[in-house]
């Protein structure tokens, strides 16, 4: 699973990991993280997500890292945007206001560009992965942080022999063994969800779970 996987997958409008709304567990659970008015949130892998727009009229700065230029393009314009556009090493930057987004690959995105991020969410990047690939996220894109950043971490679990990802299942076990290295992890919720996503059964999946974690990096 590679950039053109993605590309392709937005290219042919083949998005149903998108949500025309802002996540429930998002609302719910984003004030435990305690965070500041005008703390920096970074979002990987952040498509269009309408999460953002929500984040940013909750005083936060944000920073989302996308592929795809046609989601970075769509997002803007159909939240009523329109964004300075300027080139770096890391990619294509659109910034409007609160709400950045680098049209670029987050695995190269360095520390100095997250030594300002406060907190992460993520809702839908570390479970769109192949297992390889989130070890490097883990290990190479989180270890770019600073210490004390915060994490609001929505996961997936399901039998992993019933379906192929994306959305792939982390359960319990691989979120501790890829965090508790370097980060305090508590699981805030877990509810069953088969019933309300119809596309798994479909699929023959026979139970499905969504996990909150909520993380918080050590010092070194």
């Known amino acids: 699973m590679d950039a053109a996987f993605w590309q392709q997958r937005w290219k042919e409008g083949r998005t149903g990991f998108h949500r025309d709304r802002v996540m429930p567990l998002l609302e719910q659970h984003w004030p435990s993280l305690g965070l500041a008015a005008g703390s920096r949130v970074f979002v990987p892998l952040c498509g269009k997500s309408l999460d953002m727009a929500w984040l940013a009229a909750r005083g936060h700065r944000v920073l989302g890292v996308e592929l795809s230029g046609i989601a970075v393009e769509q997002f803007f314009g159909e939240n009523g945007l329109a964004p300075q556009i300027h080139e ?25 560009t997250l030594a300002g991020c406060a907190a992460v969410y993520d809702r839908a990047a570390l479970i769109a992965l192949p297992r390889q690939m989130r070890e490097s996220y883990v290990r190479e894109l989180h270890a770019r942080l600073p210490a004390g950043c915060r994490e609001l971490l929505i996961t997936l679990e399901y039998p992993p022999d019933e379906k192929d990802g994306p959305p792939f299942s982390v359960d319990a076990g691989e979120v501790h063994r890829l965090y508790d290295r370097d980060w305090q992890v508590e699981c805030i919720e877990r509810r069953d969800i088969l019933a309300a996503e119809p596309g798994f059964a479909a699929e023959g999946v026979t139970a499905l779970h969504t996990a909150v974690w909520q993380l918080e990096k050590r010092a070194s």
Do not use: M, N, V
């Open 88 to 112: 770096s090493p890391l990619g294509t930057h659109f910034i409007a206001g609160a709400i950045e987004i680098i049209c670029g690959d987050a695995f190269t995105l360095d520390a100095a």
